[in-house]
């Protein structure tokens, strides 16, 4: 009885054996950004599209899940002369924002049509995939309001902050070039709880907290990986 006990549980454990495909992959990114806000009209401003770069570090858990470690720079700029005055009146007021923007954070990310890069005889078999992410950070950016001579009383406001907590939620798609590289594009958005990104609250919208974009490619190169106990790679 034990021993069938014991056969029935390493067969009900295979799967995990089979499929726990593991490894690590790092490298650099490269897109732009930009940003919804007080300064930017609906959904956004086109010609406010900036470069945006920085670093990915990715261990997938198994085919299908995975965590992204991320540090990225891009500039965020933002005029109101881009809001058509039907909608505030806004652009009437030629006020300017510009701020770099620092982040880190760490994503969960689900990879639904993820499979094994190698099967069970270790042939390596390439991978594309679709994901979505989702996590936190936290984000530096000091921004600077340029206004006529008549509004310049008015900022900065009293409430004004340079480090933002954010809420970053991305899809993209994962293609395997060969068998150590691996090109990501994605576009993500991120969330700040904060309506002071472009250094504007109570001069602007106070009830609608600014969000800003980063979208772009990923070149990621396999450093690590575990492809269970049966073979290896």
């Known amino acids: 009885m034990d021993k069938l006990l014991k056969l029935m549980a390493v067969l009900l454990a295979m799967p995990f054996f089979l499929f726990a495909q593991r490894s690590s992959e790092a490298g650099v990114f490269i897109g732009v950004s930009n940003y919804m806000g007080d300064l930017?009209?609906?959904?956004?401003?086109?010609?406010?599209?900036?470069?945006?770069?920085?670093?990915?570090?990715?261990?997938?858990?198994n085919p299908k899940a995975g965590i992204k470690g991320s540090a990225t720079f891009g500039k965020l700029t933002g005029a109101d002369v881009n809001i058509p005055i039907t909608e505030s009146g806004a652009s009437a007021r030629q006020w300017e924002m510009s701020t770099g923007i620092l982040e880190a954070a760490l994503q969960v990310e689900w990879h639904p049509l993820g499979g094994p890069r190698f099967n069970n005889a270790g042939v390596y078999q390439r991978q594309i995939s679709p994901f979505i992410g989702a996590g936190l950070g936290l984000a530096f950016g000091d921004a600077k309001v340029k206004v006529p001579d008549n509004d310049k009383t008015r900022f900065p406001e009293a409430d004004d902050k340079s480090a933002?907590?954010?809420?970053?939620?991305t899809i993209g798609i994962r293609f395997d070039v060969t068998e150590a590289l691996i090109v990501t594009g994605e576009f993500?958005?991120?969330?700040?709880?904060?309506d002071y990104l472009d250094g504007v609250s109570q001069n602007g919208n106070p009830n609608a907290n600014d969000h800003y974009m980063f979208g772009g490619i990923s070149i990621l190169y396999l450093i690590e990986a575990d492809f269970g106990p049966s073979y290896s790679n």
């Open 188 to 194: 993500s958005v991120r969330g700040t709880f904060s």
């Open 164 to 169: 933002f907590i954010v809420f970053p939620m």
């Open 40 to 61: 930017s009209p609906s959904p956004l401003a086109a010609n406010e599209t900036r470069i945006a770069f920085g670093g990915h570090f990715r261990r997938m858990l």
